[in-house]
């Protein structure tokens, strides 16, 4: 009987390019558990039926290059080179002969070479087809791919007991609206049970499904629809003991005046509890198989079938590895609510290994199993004066800044609230020593710096609580160690940090499980100070943010190569843009600067109505195009010779380039199969893993995943709702898992200035890891502009630093847990995300809740740990740990508000709310965050009158923020919006990290034509002036000024018409503002100061980010300007509201 391996999240777990990170312990480093017999594995036939074909293989024949074959046709064999297009036809034809079936079988990603992994066969022992993919190794077959394409999306919730994904943590029931005189009900981001009226932010509590001891067998999932990308199969019923989430005591309406589209509160639907992801101890019989050991026994994964994907990131603890005189850890998985958390109560230490204060209730300490009993040390709380006077120093500096963080700040009154520089994050409770050690803001960042000590008091705040990060930002500065220890928690598995304590010399306790765990002898020696004795001296100890160089115990193979695979785009419409001259030279110029080693492998497809590869095999005097008609059923001519290696084949692949841009100059089809190509681009890559790059310049029309227009011009400015931002067709998705199965990640490049599709296009991207890039109305004369961000972009992402076969895992203190994730990647497990390719430009977000009171910990922590393989072929783990402190007043919640992290996180809810349920819906819920989270802080905080509209300093710029979100294209209504470009501005807020999103949402608005030194700072040899930042509103904009607004991929530079002629002529190189034209897109170098000081300023703010920003030179006359001025947000529009008409509508909100 086969049993395939599936978490019930769509994705099988056991064809993993990466393995367990069974933590052993040096030198007594015991084996893997053998896993022979226990589990019985499907594998694929991968036979393509191709029926006999004759590949012909003339020396020359370019004039078939425009011809179209049908599939009754040969299939072309063409070398290419200098007089491809000169030379006539010349026919020697030599056949070859292909049997009517081919058994292709593609590597299968197991490596039996270097690193002994058996996979378990059912009855009969797998043979062992040879491979030329990577010389020396032999492949095992591929293991079938068990996909529930529908069961689960990227930001689902899953049910705690039978691991069901869940529809309504952002979607709702729209229901219609009352009569009048009825109250409308409440739309918000928070899930709730089906009948109430109130809503709030926080997720319910994780209902209690387990038992004391002894995992959870979870039932089959309910397969769902298979055209719903959304749907996850029907509502479970909800436990009768589930706790509910606040309920407000009336419901509110939140409809704008009738200036802008009607905002009509529904409630979401009924889902069930999320579930936790929090440090528990794990049953003894998960840890035995290697299981996940990290997440709550309410796992999606069945308990009695291992998952190599959790054990990789989350491997167990092999007990045969621990010391005798260390007892194994407790069988209970899942304690009691009145049970203290493990470790609680140990007492506190000398300061010499103590990082962090222990709980204040250290009164006794458990000698249970698994638990060395502590010694009982009393120390005297300051060592001395000076230690006593520093900390009074540090108490009033919190103090300071908690009273300035609750200002109270009334809207309506004082409006100028935009700080003249960046918004400075809030700052925690913490000591200056913790926050010292902890991890970055650009890395990680809550959206509350004050953790409430309780759900209810979450409830209370009406504030989202949520993580954002951005796990592999490019660094100038990160610790790597190269260890043989890698010193983890044995319950948890949580790597050891600066937040840990230190009992003494020989044990630590884990700052999210309190496990006491062994100091390991090696850990003792200091590599830095070469000394012995002092491991909380280490770097691991020392830094919140380090990457370690894994070992083979955290591999199930050697690490791939790194691979490329090129598909472009070769109708017509691709051909007239001119995209594809631009990428080969790109190429070429980056032919060198491609990440990799010596195993570096690279291919190319391209394609129109038929599929057209490319051998580049070693020894050819020419590349040979190989052209394949029959794209119903794809097949590849030449599987060993369409992958070359970079390094052997380089002179052929230069020819490639230098040629490929004129070969269908003259090609008159228009037809585009992009499905085809991409399934022949699978069968290509999933025999190692790497990076497709797909160019698309039009909607696809032939072939499996052709689409039709859904788009209505008439529609693009309506008021009503927004159609067609989910998927037309299920197609990409399920390409887009299979890729993410086999370690391949797709990104797509969409230049095109026509619909299509991008909804249903970018499923290839979102559900593989891989990145979106759109161009629109892209043409290498007409749209000079397009072509320059092309360039650079394309530039960028050819070099950028690219980590392969990766999982991330965030795990954090007992009593916390993650529901919901956000961002590119594919959800393997409960809080195990699947990333085929990690990028330094990708962010993400996750939405958390308190499932336990926190009442005995002063501090909580977060670990995200990302395991990849570099292009170097290494295996790196980088773990970044956040430190914050826990609050029992709704006060300090409030002044540990971070107002940008909470906007972004909405933002993204509101990108699912939109494709799950509506536009208007998503709106709703926005505005209504607003109206919670003030009415909740003019309730419980605020002293001043009830009339008057107060928001504590911290959250001041809340409603402004929010408005400009409204307004933003991916939310905007009332004005024409493409729905591409609309899709693909969703697409960013899922995506892009904190620092860019925030530029899109609100921009930077500066005064530049009266820049000076003043504020001044210096980088490198240059002083870069520091102009501040204005409110987006037109009275800012005096007639006689220039001003430059930031929006992060657009920069706008504004001229007024009565602007100084000095500045016109020594920036921007013009007489005076008549001559200045009309679709100036570049900012000359001129040798004057001001063009320096303008040119510095400008060159600043580009560098600040990864791709380049486009300049537009506007003018009142130039087109620009409407663009321009509707990222004024503070300004009333014809279809929507001006800042302050807006605060009117909040108050109006509050008050009824």
């Not at 209902?207 to 999932?221: D, K, R």
């Not at 009993?373 to 001395?384: C, I, K, L, R, Y």
């Not at 199930?556 to 030279?585: K, M, T, W």
């Not at 809810?909 to 709703?924: E, F, G, K």
């Amino acid at each position: 009987m086969q049993q395939p391996l599936s978490t019930g999240h769509g994705a099988p777990l056991q064809n993993s390019s990466t393995a367990p990170e069974c933590h052993q312990q040096v030198p007594s480093k015991a084996p893997l558990a053998p896993t022979a017999g226990l589990y019985n594995f499907t594998y694929y036939q991968n036979n393509y039926q191709a029926p006999a074909h004759n590949i012909v293989r003339p020396p020359l024949c370019p004039t078939s290059l425009g011809t179209p074959q049908g599939p009754g046709q040969m299939h072309n064999a063409l070398p290419l080179g200098p007089n491809l297009v000169a030379a006539g036809p010349q026919f020697d034809p030599v056949f070859l002969s292909t049997p009517p079936q081919v058994g292709y079988v593609p590597s299968g990603g197991h490596y039996p070479g270097q690193v002994h992994y058996n996979v378990p066969s059912q009855s009969t022992a797998q043979g062992i087809p040879p491979s030329s993919s990577y010389p020396g190794f032999s492949y095992h077959t591929m293991p079938a791919f068990n996909t529930q394409y529908n069961t689960h999306l990227t930001s689902q919730t899953t049910h705690s007991a039978t691991a069901q994904p869940l529809v309504g943590v952002l979607s709702s029931h729209v229901k219609p609206l009352p009569e009048t005189g009825q109250r409308p009900i409440q739309a918000s981001f928070q899930p709730y049970p089906a009948g109430d009226v109130a809503a709030s932010w926080q997720p319910l509590p994780r209902a209690l499904m387990t038992t004391s001891a002894g995992p959870v067998i979870n039932p089959p999932a309910v397969a769902s629809s298979a055209n719903s990308p959304t749907s996850a199969g029907p509502p479970l019923s909800r436990p009768h003991h589930i706790n509910q989430s606040y309920q407000p005591d009336r419901a509110k309406v939140a409809t704008f005046p009738a200036i802008g589209a009607p905002l009509a509160r529904r409630p979401p639907s009924s889902v069930d509890p999320p579930v936790s992801s929090s440090a528990s101890p794990a049953p003894a019989t998960e840890a035995h198989h290697g299981g996940d050991s990290s997440s709550s026994t309410s796992s999606s994964t069945n308990a009695s079938l291992p998952n190599n994907y959790d054990a990789l990131e989350g491997g167990s603890y092999q007990d045969s590895t621990s010391s005798p005189t260390t007892a194994p850890a407790p069988s209970d998985p899942c304690p009691l609510k009145s049970t203290k958390p493990f470790g609680y109560a140990y007492p506190t230490l000398q300061p010499g290994y103590q990082n962090i204060a222990s709980p204040s209730h250290s009164v006794s300490h458990p000698t249970g199993l698994g638990y060395s009993p502590g010694p009982q040390q009393f120390t005297q709380p300051f060592s001395s004066v000076n230690q006593l006077s520093s900390n009074m120093e540090g108490l009033n500096l919190r103090n300071k800044r908690r009273t300035e963080a609750l200002r109270q700040v009334s809207l309506l009154q004082e409006r100028d609230i935009l700080p003249p520089v960046p918004n400075l994050i809030p700052q925690s409770n913490l000591s200056p020593e913790l926050k010292k050690l902890n991890c970055s803001p650009d890395l990680f960042r809550c959206t509350l710096m004050n953790i409430p000590q309780t759900q209810a008091l979450l409830n209370k705040a009406k504030l989202p609580l949520g993580l954002l990060l951005h796990p592999f930002r490019d660094l100038t500065h990160l610790p790597v160690i190269t260890s043989s220890t890698i010193v983890r928690c044995r319950t948890c598995r949580t790597y050891i940090n600066p937040f840990v304590s230190f009992l003494d010399q020989r044990r630590w306790k884990c700052n999210l499980c309190y496990r006491v765990n062994d100091v390991p002898e090696e850990f003792m020696y200091n590599p830095l100070t070469r000394s012995y004795g002092e491991p909380h001296k280490r770097p691991e100890v020392q830094t919140a943010t380090v990457e370690f160089i894994a070992s083979s115990d955290y591999m199930l193979r050697p690490p791939q190569p790194a691979v490329y695979l090129f598909v472009f785009d070769v109708s017509h419409n691709a051909v007239e843009s001119g995209y594809l001259n631009i990428c080969c030279q790109s190429l070429l110029e980056n032919f060198d600067k491609l990440p990799g080693d010596s195993r570096t492998r690279i291919g190319f497809i391209t394609f129109d109505s038929t599929i057209h590869f490319f051998n580049l095999q070693e020894g050819l005097s020419q590349p040979q195009m190989l052209i394949v008609s029959d794209i119903e059923d794809i097949f590849l001519p030449t599987p060993d010779s369409l992958m070359v290696n970079l390094h052997e084949s380089k002179e052929l692949i230069k020819d490639l380039l230098k040629v490929l841009p004129t070969m269908f100059t003259n090609t008159r089809e228009t037809h585009s199969a992009l499905g085809p190509a991409l399934q022949a681009a699978f069968k290509l890559m999933s025999a190692t893993g790497g990076r497709i790059s797909v160019f698309q310049t039009q909607l696809p029309s032939i072939g499996v995943g052709c689409l039709l227009s859904r788009e209505d011009p008439n529609q693009r400015s309506t008021t009503k709702g927004v159609q067609h931002l989910a998927p037309a067709t299920d197609f990409y998705k399920k390409f887009a898992l299979d890729c993410s199965g086999q370690q391949v990640a797709v990104d797509l490049f969409l230049l095109s200035g026509q619909y299509t599709d991008l909804a249903s296009l970018a499923c290839m991207s979102k559900y593989s890891a891989g990145s979106v890039f759109y161009y629109p109305s892209f043409h290498h004369v007409h749209n000079p502009a397009q072509v320059e961000k092309f360039q650079k972009d394309l530039k960028r992402y050819l070099i950028r630093k690219i980590g392969f076969e990766a999982v991330m895992r965030i795990r954090c203190t007992k009593g916390l847990s993650i529901h919901t994730f956000h961002g590119n990647f594919f959800v393997r497990s409960t809080d195990l995300l699947s990333l085929a390719n990690i990028n330094p430009d990708s962010g993400f977000t996750v939405q958390m809740s308190i499932d336990e009171n926190l009442i005995d910990t002063s501090i909580v922590c977060f670990q995200a740990a990302l395991l990849y393989t570099s292009s170097k072929g290494e295996r790196r783990i980088r773990v970044h740990t956040l430190c914050l402190p826990v609050v029992n007043s709704v006060a300090d919640v409030y002044a540990g508000a971070d107002v940008q992290a909470i906007t972004c996180l909405l933002a993204t809810m509101a990108v699912d709310r939109s494709v799950s349920s509506s536009l208007s819906d998503a709106r709703d819920a926005l505005v209504n965050a607003v109206v919670d989270s003030l009415s909740a802080y003019r309730s419980t905080v605020s002293n001043l009158q009830r009339s008057v509209l107060v928001a504590p300093n911290s959250l001041r710029l809340f409603a402004l923020y929010i408005l400009a979100l409204l307004k933003q294209q991916a939310f905007r209504t009332g004005t024409s919006t493409r729905l591409d470009e609309r899709v693909f501005a969703m697409c960013e807020m899922k995506t892009q990290p904190l620092v860019h999103l925030m530029l899109t949402i609100h921009p930077n608005l500066y005064r530049i034509d009266n820049l000076s030194d003043e504020g001044s700072i210096i980088v490198g040899d240059k002083t870069i002036p520091q102009p501040p930042i204005l409110q987006l509103s037109a009275e800012k904009l005096p007639k006689d000024g220039a001003f430059l607004m930031d929006c992060g991929s657009v920069m706008y530079l504004w001229i007024g018409r009565n602007c100084s002629n000095n500045f016109i002529s020594e920036v921007l190189g013009f007489p005076n503002y008549a001559s200045i034209p009309q679709n100036m897109t570049h900012l000359p170098e001129l040798n004057t100061i001001l063009s320096q000081r303008t040119n510095d300023f400008v060159s600043w703010l580009r560098d600040s980010r990864p791709f380049l920003s486009i300049i537009y030179i506007v003018n009142d006359d130039g087109p620009m300007k409407a663009n321009f001025y509707q990222k004024l947000v503070e300004d009333r529009t014809e279809s929507a509201l001006s800042y302050y008409e807006f605060l009117l509508h909040i108050q109006q909100q509050i008050s009824k």
